[in-house]
């Protein structure tokens, strides 16, 4: 049996009670999501759902790994899922092929990732400090205000998502530093390449964390010898480079074809991260809003730590600093990367942040809340192992009258910020029209450009067909004489028929990216860019011809790819293949 069905079936043979308080609370964190509306006023609410368009369109056009998202730039389109993580929205288009409303497949995963990462969390605290331990971080976990922030406030699906993952890379790392072996290396390379594949910014700003972490179980739990230290330092690298392996298909072409766009536009401005430090009064305050992040103070929602999870933090540090118990200084640890992480979102992390190539990528410092909503939750159940030790009591599998009050208090302390502001779901959000109408509401701040755009478009020939709910033509004659018929119009394709009667010029109104491929009567022909928006552009001799544009491979993707299945094929092989088979390698 694995290691993983192995800590599941002890997960819930002795702890059932409390594995089903932490399902039971987090029903007042999800349980907003079940009424029949949404809250479309959320800051990323509605292109987390036309995001989720845009990929379900690429999907059924065949594309099995969706990296053009067609409606962008009023229909020019952008390579979204080249730069942005997939893996979540994987999984919400596994409901909507079930039949779900794609707003409803999106809250749906919200309410899984909510209990995911409860989950997570309660097997990660409970292999560090016991099962009350675990039971007190994971309801901390749930009920931090920036949890709730990320659905209700900000919406932020994929990085919600990255939440739920993140207690299972640590408890993974946990296990496989602790006792070096085939199955845990494999799991923890799996929740580490799995964490990249969910969203980027989450696997920048947390690798640190667990770089760091890894280097403390080393030192501190790890008897100290040259031979172990190389041993278990070698596995915890060998399930990194795992990870990185299996989301190659994702991170090779983010990182080799970033530069195809214009990616200053999304880190200046409004987006540049000088302007989103955190002070220090703001991560006591408990106004809670739901308008955006300005420069200095000028922000519209909360940054709090949250007062009920403070005052757990000052508690569980003076009991770690009295008591010795087990995993006490782990405690500690998280402690200070609770601090760091305060320190490094404030003004005075500045510095930092001018020397960190990545600091652009992740926008915004206040980021780093969702660093602290996982150290802070660790921190808070190491309190009740402290008291435990402090009292010379045994664990119980479940739960004692005093912390099931804490849990309440938990509970309680976060509860008005579980009410999101409630819209109807009007069916064009879960159109194109969606992304035509993002566009339009703030065009200097959302339109995509890619590197051959000289002009950010203000409008293009598909604007008034979106608008009106017409059948789009995403083509073109613009010199010579001749006809067009539209063929095919997908998520990353297209095809026309023309009839010329002279030689033409014929122009999709797509922007020109690594890829794009056309086919001349089903030969391939070179293309160009033609300014100012850089749009795809190719010369069509006299008669009849079919034209087809097509999103097509590069060599970082197919590389990426093929390190992507090598991987998977790895894994699988170390959590199933029979023990005999190492045995005789």
């Known amino acids: 049996m694995g290691l993983g069905a192995l800590e599941m079936k002890r997960l819930f043979s002795k702890s059932d009670a409390n594995i089903w308080l932490v399902l039971a609370l987090s029903l007042f964190a999800w349980g907003p999501l079940l009424t029949p509306a949404y809250f479309f006023n959320a800051h990323d609410a509605r292109h987390s759902v036309f995001f989720l368009v845009e990929f379900d369109q690429t999907l059924r056009d065949g594309y099995l790994w969706p990296r053009w998202s067609p409606d962008f730039a009023f229909g020019y389109g952008y390579p979204l899922f080249n730069l942005y993580a997939p893996l979540a929205f994987y999984a919400a288009e596994l409901f909507v092929l079930l ?82 072996g085939r199955r845990r290396l494999a799991l923890a390379g799996l929740s580490y390449g799995l964490l990249a594949l969910t969203h980027h910014t989450s696997f920048f700003t947390f690798t640190p964390v667990l770089m760091l972490y890894i280097l403390y ?63 220090f009064s703001q991560f006591f305050e408990e106004n809670w809003g739901y308008g955006y992040a300005g420069p200095g103070t000028a922000d519209d929602f909360s940054f709090q ?26 405690a500690i640890f998280f402690f200070a990367a609770t601090l760091a992480a305060v320190l490094l979102m404030s003004p005075w992390g500045a510095g930092v942040w001018q020397v960190l190539p990545i600091a652009a990528l992740v926008q915004f410092p206040w980021r780093l809340l969702a660093v602290t909503a996982f150290t802070t939750a660790v921190v808070s159940g190491a309190l009740v192992a402290g008291l435990e030790a402090q009292a010379q009591v045994t664990p119980r599998p479940a739960a004692p009258p005093p912390l099931i009050l804490l849990l309440l208090v938990v509970v309680l302390g976060s509860f008005s910020y579980t009410l999101p502001q409630y819209t109807d779901i009007p069916v064009w959000a879960e159109t194109p029209l969606a992304v035509i109408n993002w566009d339009r509401a703030s065009i200097a701040d959302r339109v995509g450009m890619v590197s051959v755009t000289d002009e950010q478009p203000q409008t293009s020939p598909m604007e008034a067909q979106y608008l009106a709910g017409e059948p789009l033509t995403t083509a073109g004659i613009i010199a010579g004489q001749g006809t067009l018929e539209m063929l095919h119009h997908g998520g990353a394709s297209d095809a026309v028929r023309v009839q010329a009667e002279t030689p033409v010029v014929l122009q999709f109104y797509t922007y020109d990216y690594p890829g794009w491929q056309v086919l001349l009567d089903g030969q391939p022909v070179v293309h160009r860019f033609e300014p100012p928006h850089g749009l795809i552009t190719v010369d069509v001799p006299p008669g009849e011809h079919t034209v087809q544009l097509q999103m097509g491979s590069t060599a970082p993707r197919t590389l990426g790819a093929v390190l992507s299945g090598l991987a998977l094929l790895l894994i699988g092989g170390l959590l199933f293949a029979p023990e005999s088979a190492f045995r005789r390698n």
Request: a positive charge; zero cysteines; charged letters at 10%.
């Open 305 to 330: 730590l949250g007062i009920v999870v403070f005052v757990l933090l000052a508690f569980a540090l003076l009991v770690s600093l009295l008591n010795r118990y087990p995993h006490r200084t782990t």
């Open 99 to 180: 039949g779900f409303g794609l707003t409803a497949a999106v809250k749906t995963m919200y309410a899984l990732a909510t209990i995911a990462g409860g989950l997570g969390m309660f097997g990660f605290g409970r292999r560090l400090f016991g099962p009350n331990a675990g039971l007190l971080a994971a309801v901390v976990y749930m009920f931090v205000p920036f949890h709730l922030v990320e659905i209700f406030v900000r919406s932020a699906y994929a990085e919600f998502v990255a939440l739920a993952v993140i207690p299972f890379v640590f408890w993974a790392f946990t296990e496989l530093v602790a006792a070096p």
């Open 217 to 279: 179980l080393m030192l501190v739990k790890v008897k100290v010898n040259p031979g172990a230290l190389l041993r278990h330092g070698l596995a915890a690298a060998g399930a990194g480079l795992l990870g990185i392996l299996l989301a190659a298909i994702y991170l090779l072409p983010m990182l080799a074809e970033t530069r195809y766009i214009k990616i200053e536009q999304w880190t200046s401005g409004s987006y540049n991260y000088l302007q989103h430090f955190v002070y």
